[in-house]
């Protein structure tokens, strides 16, 4: 039943087979199913890394050791991890019943598909984090439900982060959900072949991530313009408006890095191209904008209307995704030349020929006139109804491999990037699996509501997106559904919302303002969302604010630096630099922006003080006042509407104060 294979372990029993392999430092790989092992299913592991693993099989129990984790398998099939220097176990597999099934349990959905379960053993006090980026207001997320499947503002990237000291990826872009239970955690694909799921050890939260960026793949260098400004709005209508804004930040003097193209500068939906009507001259409009300092970035849709020049052939083609049943239709939505909706399509990004043919449009209409930057918005894609189980890509059933599109569509635009000499990639993205950051895939967190408690949500998401393995990371500062810029309420929201944005890996302002403009829906628009929209007050706070940004450039590229090199985020929670205080891993609100900069973002209405954790093992300084704090204690600092605590390391120059 064990027996040693070419650098692993595989177990057979029944109709049952179990391969065990090492897989990168300090890391395994397995794989299981019925009757044999599928190869060719996606995923986000590449081929086999290199890695000096000791194996041992011995009667009925197998060892396979590759540094600091070794993986057990008994004579049953049965898995657990344990760590190399103490024995200690990290996680195990556990059976469902005594009897009946074991820890895999394989329902047919007909085929040669499965609803596939894989358990493990749930552990006191044992905390996750990762996932990806929910809206159900977690930090810590035992005891949680999480779905795995791409929604606006819900992100599947399926790896777990635990305080126990591993790190597991369940490397299968297949619909499910894991329970995240007290009795155990379950993973659950709804349709699949196999199951596939690598573990990894490190002596602490910073080995872990690189052990996964190794992985999965590490992100580029941030372009240093990126870390400015960005400013975005929905919907800058022609490109007289956008320039204007932008001659405008130029007249005030202020720092601005990217503007936005949003939707509708397009002739349809699908054509890829500048509306010439609206955007007379696109190549001259970024080549005054790069003499600003400003890169020009054009928001690209999945999506192809039948009015679309494109549609046609895409369909003749095969690129367009399948369905189950019925026409290759998948979702409504507004196009040019007519007042309601029309029923469009989303392209395969799955098939290579598919990101092929979409890329060559957008060369040919955007980057052989300067632009470089793209968001790719709607990238789930934004299915309605959302049954990816009706769906067919080139890759595979929608059930078994929906999860990857947002990762295979910021693939095609990296690639044909890259095919074009351009060695700078940054794409604004609302969706991601596991490996999208090795593309330049910056991930922001959707359309969310403009309220405090949304602020709140969006501290706890941006954690766990940084646990996931995405350090390009940002919000709709001011939230993006509404927002009344008359509001006391909504600008001292817009006020902290920034406060917040300036330490997030991106700083980025967008939002969908009031008043709405929605009377023929290719004019859907809103209102003013610029620094200087919410009156002078407000201004003056942000242009301090955008200026602290420009301060702190520098520092923030080191930390680009050491995510690209090391998988570590810069924003992330604070035990990962304080694995060692167990209070750290409490910490909800508040976050290290670097290994210097802890960050106290004020999310309710009319604070003006807040109560700030100081981890324990260095002093910290608050930067205005010079005043020092001892580390391990609670302290109750100011928070006057000009300014959230923020507290810089004893020791450490960063210009927060100027």
Known sequence: ????????????????????????????????????????????LDERPAADAEIRVKGDT?????????AEVDDDGMLRFLRSSSQAELLAEQRAHFWWPGSRTYTSTGNGYYRIEQLFAAYEGERMFGLGQHTHGLFDQKGAVVDLVQRNAEVSIPFLFSSRGYGLLW????????????????????????????????????????????ATGHAPMLPEWASGFWQCKLRYKTQEELMEVAREHKRRGLPL?????????????????FDPREWPDPEGMVRELRAMGTELMVSVWPSVSPLSENFAEM????????????????????????????????????NPQAREFVWDRIQRNYHDLGVRVWWLDAC??????GHQHNLHYHAGPGAEVANIYPAEHA???YEGMRAAGESEVVTLCRSAWAGSQRYGAALWSGDIAPTFASLRTQIRAGLNVAMSGIPWWTTDIGGFHG???????????????????????????????????????????????????YGEEVYDRLRELLFLRERLRPYVMEQMRAAHESGMPPMRPLFVDFPGDARAWEVDDAFMFGPDVLVAPVAEYGAREHDVYLPEGTRWREPYSGEVYPGGTLVHLPAPLDRAPVLVREGASVPVAG
């Open 380 to 385: 789930e894609p934004e299915i309605k109804p």
């Open 171 to 214: 490397n299968s872009p297949a619909v499910g959900r894991v329970e995240l239970a007290g009795n155990g955690t379950r993973w659950v694909s709804d349709s699949a072949r196999q199951i596939d799921y690598w573990v990894t050890a490190g002596a602490d939260p910073a080995a872990i991530m690189a052990n996964y960026a190794g």
């Open 315 to 350: 369909l003749r083609r095969g690129l367009l995704v399948a369905t189950e049943q019925g026409p290759p239709v998948h979702a409504d939505w507004a196009d040019k030349g007519v007042d309601g909706k029309v029923q469009v399509s989303f392209y395969d990004a799955t």
């Open 411 to 413: 693939r095609g635009f």
């Open 1 to 44: 039943m064990l027996h040693e294979i070419d650098g692993g372990i595989e177990w057979h029993g029944g109709h049952q087979v179990v391969r065990v392999e090492p897989w990168g430092a300090d890391s395994v790989r397995v794989r299981a199913g019925l009757y044999r092992l599928h190869s060719g299913i996606p995923g986000a």
């Open 483 to 533: 927002g009344d810029q008359d509001s006391p309420q909504y600008r001292e929201l817009l006020v902290r919302w920034f406060q917040y944005g300036v330490f997030c890996p991106l700083l980025r302002l967008h939002g969908f303002r009031e008043p709405f403009v929605d009377d023929l829906h290719p004019q859907m628009s809103g209102g003013p969302n610029e620094v200087w929209s």
């Open 257 to 273: 890095s990217v503007i936005v193209a949003d939707f509708f500068h397009w002739t349809h939906l699908g054509d890829w191209r």
């Open 62 to 70: 197998a060892h396979l050791v590759n540094g600091e984790i070794t």
